[in-house]
């Protein structure tokens, strides 16, 4: 299944704000906070590439607090149970 | 519990080896081969920061093919399962 | 002939009509819309120099909902046909 | 068909080398050397999403003297012709 | 006891302003005016990991003419006194 | 004597317009229009630090189009006249 | 006194070797291992311009272990204690 | 007559070689050691573009210590005297 993360810049004081919006995007799995050069990651899955494009570009860009993403497809993933 | 997201870059042509010794450290959780300026981003948790540091500078950062990596702490993080 | 990539970034949510402004510029041979660090990605040529950077400053980077763009002078290209 | 633009840094002096080593792979459709903070940029194509990976991180990433790449995902792409 | 750098961007022309104001809030160590791709460098501690979250995204990020941070979370400090 | 280089990002459409005003400010001794990640690059030369700090600081950032500078200072530098 | 902040990455695992090189440099003031884009911060004081640029190019960039590095000249530092 | 500004990181503690060997080569006009994300910078000029791409790729990134160059091309240029 398509597969992205996205390193989002919010506005300056909505990083909460973006995160409650975030949540409520359909294919938005994971959404983490965090330090360094961006303000929150995201992890998000389509059924379709486009449904990915139409997620990434309509769904979350469109966030009235986001000031930039920068999307990263994902190739393969793993997810470690132990 | 302290979690980050490790973005890094391999040696070229060792993608597949860095993922293999990646699964294997304790505490890794996520592993995502991606396109754009990384080429792997990994979420780590440990039972404390001093366990994250040590999860990150002395496992992650020692794997041979490891060129660079660039460490977001979490802040928060919301998984959403539906 | 001279020619130059564009990388464009451009207002949150006006990435298709930045891409239907550009396809009406003359000069702009190829028109990418990618995911990554930049939203567009456009190949321009001119007769001259100077129409080059006419066309990069006066006409691209002029469209509204242009942010920021970065430029790529072109010192050699091939196209493959096979 | 999926498609990608790789920006590419190479050894340097060897800018030659590995324009002459990607005009010999199969789906790289063009291919730029440009100043700025990339040495190469190259259009790439493949049948599939699997195929386009093999193409980028086994074929291109593989040439000896390429020493990083960020590949950016096409999303749409619009040739013109006039 | 948690620290942090934190990189920040002002708004043109409010460099002495943003010094100001971070001057009065608590936890604010150490503040440097530095010439580079940043504008100011701050020194923050707090007693806890949440406490610093508090301190940077609710105190630092909303100062007014504040546009960007970023924040690199120390492992280890070791201040010289010779 | 002390010198910078300086790289400008302007309001997009208002690169002449900045060039003006920097080729009116006592200290500024070379402007350059250029393709890239920057807009322009000026260096300048100032008597003393202080000096150049107002330069920098309080001169060519208060210029109403320029958007961002990244200054390096300058530690030594040779004129070729051959 | 002219101060300046360098922003160091070091050779993947040898952290703590480069912490303790830096420590014994003259003029090193404090040192800081943080997550992020860079592995060390250090800040350093020197009795003049001249002095600085020996200590950050012939001092701490001459560390075997140092890949890099990127010097902040400080304008301005104000050391709260409260 | 074409002219670029040449942003160059060398190896480590060799800054003072490749400035030497800088200034030996024809074109290169002048030469600044900075502080911050590049050791030094250029400014080359030459009587076409062939020529100018043969002394950026041909000489200047030929340099053995030399590790990598980020050339901005230069549009238009105005030097002050006053």
């Known amino acids: 299944m398509p597969a992205a993360l996205v390193l989002i810049n919010t506005e300056i004081g909505s990083e909460s704000d ?4 975030l949540s409520k995007i359909d ?9 360094g050069m961006y303000d929150i990651v995201v992890k998000v899955e389509a059924e379709t590439h ?5 997620l990434v ?18 190739i393969e993933q793993r997810v470690i149970s132990k």
Do not use: F, H, S
Request: no cysteine; net charge positive.
């Open 18 to 21: 973006v995160m409650n919006a």
């Open 27 to 35: 294919g938005v799995k994971e959404i983490y906070e965090v330090y």
């Open 50 to 54: 486009e449904a990915l494009r139409e």
């Open 57 to 74: 570009i309509n769904k979350i860009r469109r966030i009235p607090q986001v000031r930039g993403t920068t999307t990263m497809i994902v």
